[in-house]
T-cell receptor, first 114, second 114 residues
Framework: TQLLEQSPQFLSIQEGENLTVYCNSS?????LQWYRQEPGEGPVLLVT?????EVKKLKRLTFQFGDARKDSSLHITAAQPGDTGLYLC??????????????FGTGTLLAVQP | NAGVMQNPRHLVRRRGQEARLRCSPM?????VYWYRQLPEEGLKFMVY????????ESGMPKERFSAEFPKEGPSILRIQQVVRGDSAAYFC????????????FGDGTRLSIL
């Protein structure tokens, strides 16, 4: 069974602080996606990482895919209240002409206090 | 808005009734996925469909649940004889054909069973 463990589960920080969220698995994935979910809404895609060791930056967010494609991290620099939300990593396997099912991580609930 | 459209957003049913959830994929996408988010749990894969074909239904309960994605029209997730434990948020995602194509999510249907 493929599992993705995220840590920490909850994080409450002050505006301007930096933070890192980790996503770990014993399974290899063809790609890994990070989403952010607000209450009452669906997950919104932030980034997809595909190559082992890949690093992608999205403004103040930096995403890294582990060399072995089993783990990933999300680093936020100078967090802002607008970054508050549930962050989800999701590992993808490739089958049948498109990405098959996503295995979702356990989630990290981030609260950034002004 | 050319995103993934789900309806209804909220659905209330009594035990024993049927629930039908609809999903129109993003324009140009031919792959649809259904996920369920139970209270206090993460997103779990249910079924993956392409037009007129079920590719992977390994996450779908064996009884009472069915899904289809006809040649014309939206994908339908059907739950017969609903029980209290079916109360959850049901999310649909769609993707384009090809390796590592990201999945884009709708805002979900919140199903409540009385």
């Amino acid at each position: 069974t493929q599992l993705l463990e995220q840590s920490p589960q909850f994080l409450s920080i002050q505006e301007g602080e930096n933070l890192t969220v980790y996503c770990n698995s014993s399974s290899v994935f063809s790609s890994l996606q990070w989403y952010r979910q607000e209450p009452g809404e669906g997950p919104v895609l932030l980034v997809t990482v595909v190559t082992g060791g890949e690093v992608k930056k999205l403004k103040r967010l930096t995403f890294q895919f582990g060399d072995a494609r089993k783990d990933s991290s999300l680093h936020i620099t100078a967090a802002q209240p607008g970054d508050t939300g549930l962050y989800l990593c999701a590992g993808a396997t490739y089958y049948g002409g498109a990405t098959n099912k996503l295995i979702f991580g356990t989630g990290t609930l981030l609260a950034v206090q002004p | 808005n050319a995103g993934v459209m789900q309806n209804p957003r909220h659905l209330v049913r009594r035990r024993g009734q049927e629930a039908r959830l609809r999903c129109s994929p993003m324009k140009g996408h031919s792959h649809v996925y259904w996920y369920r988010q139970l209270p206090e749990e993460g997103l779990k894969f249910m079924v993956y469909l392409q037009k007129e074909n079920i590719i992977d239904e390994s996450g779908m309960p064996k009884e009472r649940f069915s899904a289809e994605f006809p040649k014309e029209g939206p994908s339908i997730l059907r739950i017969q004889q609903v029980v209290r434990g079916d109360s959850a948020a049901y999310f649909c995602a769609s993707s384009n054909r090809g390796e590592d194509q990201p999945q884009h999510f709708g805002d979900g249907t919140r199903l409540s069973i009385l």
